[in-house]
């Protein structure tokens, strides 16, 4: 695919040329002192592509933490009284700069879960394919990255339309879609660089990228193990002892897509909407009876990590529902660490490498 | 802290040997930087496993409510009040309790020190009241005091007010602390910039409940916000529900909160919340002289009434 | 691809008290849009969400069957929120209801072999459409022996107890009618507990015979036991299962049995398939 050099004295005025065509998306301080999260930019707003990652991760793009669904009215002199409108939202084109190449992979995690054979989630998808994914590789990985053992990694290019890597004075931008081509083009960014000196400067930097990586998983064990043995292991209740059952790693995670859907009214009017939802609150399975099936905090920590490391994998074959961003781990208000469960998990039982003697 | 811990070990060791309690509650050493997890153990072999530092800023007595088992709890000045609470409301009796007391001199503020550096902080040791700070290619020494969280640095109970065996000998208390500066800052504001103060504050708020959940008084079995019938909260981001949430939670810790700072220091997104729970706090300090958790024998002043009560909020 | 969200506006056609006690009510829903009944082609075991704008959903077993046509019919439990407001409604009210969802029971597997039904308390609805399913002249023969086992703690919490008593006559069809315990002198069926009578009643297993098993908990609990006893293999005893549901079709994730989910890969699975899987119903 083309390679594409953009000087750094070009990149906002790339931006603003794009926004003709493009809403942008982006890192951004919004509320609070934090970089929060990836936000819809405003006007003259450029994205932050500084070194720090944002807190939340950028699923929030193509899946809002709360998201109207259908909007009603229960007025009876109305006619469309108690009949569910889907509103009309914006889907034009918009492009997600700066976001990070594991934040991309989790997002065709999550494709899997909302664009399915049987069924197609319109408000994901429609936002999904709104979509041009602009990332940024990562050049100083964290201490808690541990995507290259994941399947992603700070230079992947998995579910990414453009991977940007940061030469200092300019962005070698490496166009991987149609997609990506066509913001480029809409940027104005055409500046061809030599593809193979370019290849080979990328490959450099992704190495020494790779080489600041300090954490990892393995996971090579957990796929043969049964579902049932590792359910009822004998570490969870110490794994989940000090866990508050608070929405934290949930929230903050990418590829977690769990959600709940609500009505509210006012008045007579209302809406029906998703809302992310989270296995480590009670209300997520409880049930009518007042029977809850994952009635304690162990129970729903184990969920959390089962669905990750274990059902994902048994189910789609594709590795796990983690792509070692490292949020949940930085999050936690109490410290449990997935790099340390799926250690334990991988671990757990009889070696299925072992020899027979 | 080294002293602290071995004789925290010893003591966990020895009520572990000598059946005196089922289980211990403390903490173990954590995977990132300022970081403890809480954790419990119940064999004697298992008590190397707990450290004392300055990254114990979780309360423990968020860990005791309904249990049943006999249990050895490590508590700091915080942690005590919180299970002295804990025994007037009947979630844990004293009976059940071994307290290994801990007199506390400030647990740091990690986002504060994360915040202090452009790359990532990668250690973070300390010694003799000096904490150095090291990442990739910065290193930099402070006084601990300069990182305390800030409940800490205005904490005028820091030795546990109840306990069975302390690890330490007590510490000095902080003298004429000013505790309530930053709410008499709010009490300034016209309402307009409270309003706004209020709203700014609670922006990046996620819902994740954190707050609540790290809080020892929230243990509701249904907290108002999870509620369906009736239903008394949106569940969306729609920001008058989260308001509603900070404030009426706030509201439900008045005359118990022992601004311990575990809400502050569980909030992923940096929200100080306890400038809710320290104004009530402070009313019911300048109302009814009182401060939460100092005894298991006295009760709250909101449960309680004495025909001296405060009553000119009556018009 | 339709929004899998949207419900098919529906009118009530008609509400009926389903036991006596008034804790279950039976609507009769018809399609407003005539088209959408075609696109609402279920098979018996399948459910539905019923939506009551305002507030919300909720998952309930489609009670008529697929042989039944002109309208579609649920038997609901007053539980909460959403059930509650539900019974309330009237005929001509306008709700929505969006599906079918989930799988249904295996009747490809089950053309050709002995069928033995049994359910306890309301969670007969599905069984119900499955039993006019295979009473269907053009499908009974495609059955060979059916036999029903259905009890409830007291005569008047029997669901459809007219067609339990108009089944009972017929000859292509072994009812066994139960109750916990009744003070009516005139009760001409079986008192005692689902899994006694199951003991006594059920056919023995045989390679061509599969039981479909829907109750509470503990009627569970002590039937799969009495099966076991008369030798049915765990593949030949299908059980419907529930869980709290919002999205009915696999997306929202809480209804999962380890890496099932009920609401999609079930909720019907055979004992055998939930014997590798986390009890997490």
Redesign the interface.
């Known amino acids: 695919m083309e390679m594409i050099k953009i000087d750094k004295k070009d990149w906002n005025k790339g931006l603003d040329r794009s926004r003709k065509t493009y809403r942008l998306v982006g890192p951004v301080k919004r509320a609070g002192e934090d970089l929060a999260g990836f936000y819809e930019l405003a006007d003259k707003e450029h994205p932050d592509m500084g070194a720090a990652d944002t807190v939340l991760s950028a699923k929030s793009v193509v899946y809002p933490q709360t998201e109207v669904m259908f909007r009603y009215t229960t007025d009876k002199n109305s006619p469309d009284c108690n009949r569910l409108k889907r509103p009309a939202a914006d889907y034009s084109p918009r492009a997600v700069i700066g976001i990070r190449p594991y934040d991309a992979a989790a997002i065709l995690m999550l494709k899997k879960n909302f664009d399915t054979p049987d069924y197609r989630d319109p408000y994901w998808c429609d936002a999904y394919e709104a979509c041009t994914f602009v990332g940024l590789a990562v050049d100083a990985p964290s201490s808690t990255d541990f995507s290259t053992s994941t399947g992603s990694g700070p230079f992947s290019e998995k579910g990414l339309d453009v991977l940007l890597v940061d030469m200092a004075g300019h962005y070698l931008a490496k166009v991987l879609t149609d997609k990506g081509a066509a913001y480029m083009k809409a940027a104005g960014w055409q500046r061809a660089a030599d593809a193979k000196a370019a290849a080979q400067q990328i490959e450099k930097k992704k190495k020494a990228a790779e080489a600041l990586i300090v954490s990892s998983v393995s996971f090579d064990k957990i796929a043969r193990k049964s579902i049932l043995d590792l359910y009822k292991a004998d570490f969870w209740d110490d794994v989940a002892f000090s866990c508050i059952n608070c929405g934290t790693c949930t929230y903050v995670c990418p590829t977690c897509w769990c959600f709940d859907i609500q009505d509210e009214s006012k008045g007579k009017t209302g809406v029906r909407y998703k809302n992310w939802d989270s296995c480590m609150y009670p209300l997520f399975s409880l049930h009518g009876s007042g029977h809850n099936p994952r009635g304690t905090k162990t129970m729903r920590a184990r969920q959390r990590f089962m669905h990750k490391l274990k059902y994902f994998l048994d189910k789609y074959d594709d590795g796990i529902m983690c792509v070692g961003c490292g949020r949940c781990v930085r999050s936690c208000p109490v410290n449990i660490d997935i790099r340390r469960v799926c250690e334990l998990m991988n671990r757990y039982g009889p070696d299925p490498d072992a020899c027979a003697v | 802290m080294l002293a602290y811990t071995d004789r925290i070990k010893e003591i966990a060791r020895a009520l572990l040997t000598d059946c005196r309690v089922e289980l211990v509650i403390g903490f173990r050493k954590?995977?990132?930087p300022m970081?403890?997890?809480?954790?419990?153990i119940n064999s004697p072999d298992e008590a190397d496993q707990l450290v004392w530092d300055s990254n114990c800023g979780?309360n423990l007595a968020?860990?005791l409510a309904n249990r049943t088992e006999k249990i050895g709890i490590v508590a700091k000045g915080c942690d005590s009040r919180n299970i002295a609470t804990h025994i007037i409301e009947n979630k844990i009796g004293r009976d059940q309790l071994f307290i290994i007391g801990v007199p506390c001199q400030g647990m740091i503020d990690r986002r504060k020190v994360n915040?202090m550096f452009?790359?990532?902080v990668?250690e973070v040791v300390e010694s003799d009241g000096l904490v150095t700070v090291r990442g990739?290619d910065f290193e930099k020494s402070f006084e601990k005091s300069e990182l305390l969280q800030q409940n800490c640095s205005v904490c005028t109970h820091r030795n546990p007010v109840i306990f069975d065996e302390m690890a330490a000998d007590p510490v000095d208390e902080q003298q004429g602390v000013d505790r309530y500066a930053d709410v008499r800052e709010i009490e300034a504001m016209d309402p307009q910039q409270r309003w706004d103060a209020f709203e700014?504050l609670l922006?990046?708020c996620?819902?994740?409940?954190?707050c609540?959940?790290?809080c020892p008084l929230c243990y509701c079995p249904t907290c108002f916000v999870?509620e369906?019938?009736p239903?008394w909260v949106?569940?969306?981001?729609?920001p008058v529900d989260v308001r509603t949430f900070h404030f009426l939670r706030a509201y439900h810790c008045a005359g118990r909160c022992t601004d311990c700072g575990a809400c502050e220091?569980?909030?992923?997104?940096?929200?100080n919340m306890r400038v809710f729970t320290k104004k009530l706090e402070k009313d019911c300090f300048e109302s009814f002289g009182w401060e939460a958790g100092l005894s298991p024998d006295v009760r709250p002043p909101l449960d309680t009434y004495r025909p001296e009560d405060p009553d000119d909020f009556i018009k | 691809m339709q929004n899998p969200y949207e419900p098919y506006p529906v009118r009530i056609d008609e509400v009926t008290d389903a036991t006596e006690d008034k804790s279950l009510k039976t609507f009769r829903f018809v399609f407003e849009n005539p088209e959408d009944e075609e696109k609402f082609s279920y098979r018996a075991g399948q459910f539905a969400e019923l939506s009551v704008t305002g507030l919300g959903e909720i998952p309930i077993g489609i009670a008529s069957s697929p042989t039944e046509k002109g309208f579609v019919m649920f038997t609901v439990f007053r539980v909460g929120k959403v059930t509650s407001y539900l019974h309330n409604m009237t005929a001509g009210d306008l709700m929505g209801i969006r599906g079918p969802l989930g799988n249904c029971y295996p009747w490809d597997l089950l053309e050709g072999k002995n069928i033995v039904i049994i359910g306890g308390g309301f969670a007969f609805t599905t069984l119900r459409s499955s039993i006019v399913y295979m009473l269907d002249p053009a499908n009974r023969p495609k059955f060979k022996d059916i036999h029903v086992i259905y009890g409830a703690r007291n005569p008047g919490l029997l669901l459809y107890r007219d067609e339990l008593y108009d089944w009972e006559q017929r000859d292509d069809i072994h009812m066994h009618i139960t109750v916990d315990g009744t003070d009516d002198p005139d009760w001409k069926y079986n008192t005692g507990f689902v899994p006694t009578i199951t003991e006594q009643k059920a056919p023995a297993a045989d390679k061509d015979t599969y039981a479909i098993v829907c109750g509470p908990p503990i009627m569970i609990k002590f039937t799969l036991p009495v099966l076991e006893t008369l030798g049915y293999p765990h593949d030949q005893i299908i059980m419907s299962l529930e869980n709290r549901m919002k999205c009915g079709i696999g997306m929202c994730g809480r209804c999962n049995i380890g890496k099932e989910l009920v609401c999609k890969d079930g909720p019907v699975f055979t004992l055998a398939q939930l014997n590798h899987t986390p009890r997490e119903y």
């Open positions: 954590g995977t990132v970081m403890n997890e809480p954790c419990f979780i968020n860990y915040a452009d790359g990532e990668r990739a700014k922006a990046p996620i819902r994740c409940y954190a609540r959940n790290a999870d369906a019938r239903q949106g569940k969306s981001q729609n220091r569980a909030c992923p997104v940096g929200i």
